[in-house]
T-cell receptor, first 113, second 113 residues
Framework: EAQVTQNPRYLITVTGKKLTVTCSQN?????MSWYRQDPGLGLRQIYY???????DKGDVPEGYKVSRKEKRNFPLILESPSPNQTSLYFC????????????FGPGTRLTVL | GENVEQHPSTLSVQEGDSAVIKCTYS??????FPWYKQELGKRPQLIID?????GEKKDQRIAVTLNKTAKHFSLHITETQPEDSAVYFC????????????FGGGTRLMVKP
């Protein structure tokens, strides 16, 4: 089954404790992206990647890191999480050539205390 | 960069009535406009999209219109049903932006039986 998966789905952590949210897709998509969703603010892009070893900042990259060592995986790293990073995070992927029909993962709800 | 505004933020209609959600965008180079539906607790899913070379597109009860001159596009849902209740997001992007979508703030649609 074609899908985008994220882990964990729920995470409660404390300020300053490094964490990684994994994202994986099995559709051979070149493009992968991370969004955060906050009430009233819609979906805001954090980072995106057009292909392996190619990453770029989105609208709200501060406090986040990403890597794209393999085509299928695009982990989101919070080196020192803070309470303002409490949010719902979505990973998405698509073919570059299909012009943006993006498929979203199930979401990760992160709470930073 | 692109800025997308979406109105209204909430919309309540009676079952069977029509619903219209409007979005405006700022970048005249934008040429792809998808609409996503997000049910409570679920991931956003693409429901319809339109490219800049057409003015209208229909898929059963949903339709999208695009006015490039005025830089706005709209989602129309006819004969609404309770299962249409969700948050709807519009988005826009251009070739210059790669696959980077800029989303509107979302509209919470409630269909009352």
């Amino acid at each position: 089954e074609a899908q985008v998966t994220q882990n964990p789905r729920y995470l409660i952590t404390v300020t300053g404790k490094k964490l990684t949210v994994t994202c994986s897709q099995n559709m051979n998509h070149e493009y992968m992206s991370w969004y955060r969703q906050d009430p009233g603010l819609g979906l805001r892009q954090i980072y995106y990647s057009m292909n392996v070893e190619v990453t770029d900042k989105g609208d709200v990259p501060e406090g986040y890191k990403v890597s794209r060592k393999e085509k299928r995986n695009f982990p989101l790293i919070l080196e020192s999480p803070s309470p303002n990073q409490t949010s719902l995070y979505f990973c998405a992927s698509s073919f570059v050539a299909s012009k943006n029909t993006q498929y979203f993962g199930p979401g990760t709800r992160l709470t930073v205390l | 960069g692109e800025n997308v505004e979406q109105h209204p933020s909430t919309l309540s209609v009676q079952e069977g009535d029509s619903a219209v959600i409007k979005c405006t965008y700022s970048d005249s180079a934008s040429n792809y406009f998808p609409w996503y539906k997000q049910e409570l607790g679920k991931r956003p899913q693409l429901i319809i999209d339109i490219r800049s070379n057409v003015g209208e597109k229909k898929d059963q009860r949903i339709a999208v219109t695009l006015n490039k001159t005025a830089k706005h596009f709209s989602l129309h849902i006819t004969e609404t049903q309770p299962e249409d209740s969700a948050v709807y997001f519009c988005a826009a992007t251009s070739n210059n932006a790669g696959n980077m979508l800029t989303f509107g703030g979302g509209t919470r649609l409630m269909v009352k039986p």
